[in-house]
């Protein structure tokens, strides 16, 4: 039998890794899109498939974590066997900005999910995993962070995100629902949305390089995370759906760097050794030697980073560093990608990214580059 899965969020970064995943193992995969005024598949483009084939592997459908008739309509429709709750308002920074919004959907949103399995009667027959995360330690009160550390969340994207982590918790409990938290640190791609530092930082540094961009201005560089490849990462979100009880697990790589190590880490990817001067808000990057020929808009001293006060957040989350030892035990999961092999992989797509769009620029192409941080 052909198992079906329903992804939320199979847009964004995750979820598009997570659809490939499962359509390579037969999986009949169903993914929840949101209308836009421009296209926003372009991340699954590769694996879209003409919705008039018979044979279509590949679904999508509109909708919104907002909507419960919405949801509760798609989940009696597919019946899924199993569903991936990725879909959020995920930029912790923004959910200052929008903290309803950010509520409604990540913890409203999941609410929504899990009622709608147990009012359709599916909920012994329907597995849910909920991306959980490490922003729920946020004030850290446990080095490393475990499954049973308790939790200090630090801002409206992680409170919400505690509210979803309880309630499939409570729904496991009350209904015996086979529902799991991830709780996943952060974990990135060339993939990733361009506003997250490590994306804003490899896109940043190969856009100046190649001269499309003047300068990089960061928030908080000191900054600890711990960083895996999200490869790595949708794997185990499927292995926790397929054990004989549901659980939560810790996902993480166990090694922790700076902000500003992955500043160094990407200018070193373009040749180009990077010197750190001044202190807080004065703090620059100096451009101190050049090898190669992957930055040729760069001259030794020219400054490609600043800090920006407007990067700061009102509480931050200063360090977080995962022990993953329980997904090792159980599961047999580790990490494959190193951080440092994940930001090679970045940089590299993205100074191509980069060439491309200055070579049309030499030919009076010139499209406009988005600085959005
Ligand atoms: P992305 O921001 O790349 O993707 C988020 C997805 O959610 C996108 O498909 C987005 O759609 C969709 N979405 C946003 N709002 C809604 C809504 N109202 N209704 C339906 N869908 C919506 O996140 P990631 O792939 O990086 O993360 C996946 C999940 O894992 C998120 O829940 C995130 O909070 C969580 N997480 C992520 C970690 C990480 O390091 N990446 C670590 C721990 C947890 P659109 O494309 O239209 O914007
Ligand atoms: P995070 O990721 O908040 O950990 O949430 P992000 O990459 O946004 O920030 C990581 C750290 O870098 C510092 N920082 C900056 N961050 C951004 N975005 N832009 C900057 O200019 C900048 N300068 C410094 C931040 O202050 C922070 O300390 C991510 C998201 O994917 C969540 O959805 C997920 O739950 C967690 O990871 C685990």
């Keep these: 039998m052909t198992k079906r899965a329903l992804i939320t969020g199979i847009t964004g970064q995750d979820g598009s890794y997570l659809a490939e995943f499962l359509l390579e193992k037969g999986y009949e995969v169903h993914g929840i899109k949101r209308r836009a005024s421009l ?4 991340r699954i483009d590769h694996i879209y498939e003409d919705p008039h084939s018979n044979h279509a592997q590949l679904k999508l459908h509109y909708g919104d974590l907002s909507d419960t008739s919405n949801l509760t309509r798609l989940i009696r429709d597919i019946e899924p066997d199993e569903v991936y709750n990725l879909g959020a308002q995920s930029h912790v920074a923004v959910s200052f900005e929008a903290p309803e919004y950010t509520a409604d959907v990540d913890a409203i949103g999941t609410l929504r999910l899990l009622e709608a399995i147990r009012f359709l009667g599916l909920e012994k027959q329907t597995r849910f995993y909920q991306a959980s995360t490490s922003e ?14 308790p939790f200090h969340p630090r801002s409206p994207y992680a409170v919400a995100k505690l509210y979803a982590y309880w309630i499939a918790v409570n729904y496991r409990e009350a209904y015996g629902m086979y529902a799991c938290n991830g709780i996943l640190f952060n974990h990135e791609s060339p993939r990733r949305g361009e506003t997250f530092v490590t994306r804003k930082i490899t896109r940043g540094l190969s856009n100046i390089a190649m001269g499309l961009e003047p300068c990089l201005y960061m928030g908080n560089i000191d900054s600890l995370r711990d960083w895996g490849h999200a490869k790595d990462y949708v794997r185990m979100q499927w292995m926790m759906l397929q054990q004989d009880t549901p659980e939560d697990f810790v996902i993480a790589t166990g090694k922790q760097y700076s902000v500003r190590e992955f500043i160094n880490w990407s200018a070193r990817e373009l040749g180009i050794e990077l010197e750190f001067s001044g202190s807080g808000t ?6 101190a030697a050049i090898k190669g020929d992957k930055a040729p808009a760069l001259k030794v001293g020219d400054v490609v980073m600043r800090i920006d006060p407007r990067y700061f957040r009102p509480a931050e989350v200063d360090t977080l560093l995962g022990d993953p ?5 159980k599961l047999g999961w580790v990490p494959e990608i190193t951080a440092q092999e994940m930001c090679a992989d970045m940089v590299a797509e993205d100074h191509k990214a980069a060439r491309r769009h200055a070579l049309l620029k030499e030919h009076g ?3 406009p580059v988005s600085l959005e941080g």
């Design 282 to 287: 004065e703090e620059t990057a100096t451009v």
């Design 39 to 42: 296209f926003n598949t372009q």
């Design 325 to 329: 030892s329980k997904a090792k035990e």
């Design 365 to 367: 192409l010139d499209l």
């Design 136 to 149: 729920l330690y946020g004030l850290v009160q446990e080095t490393p962070q475990r499954e049973t550390t």
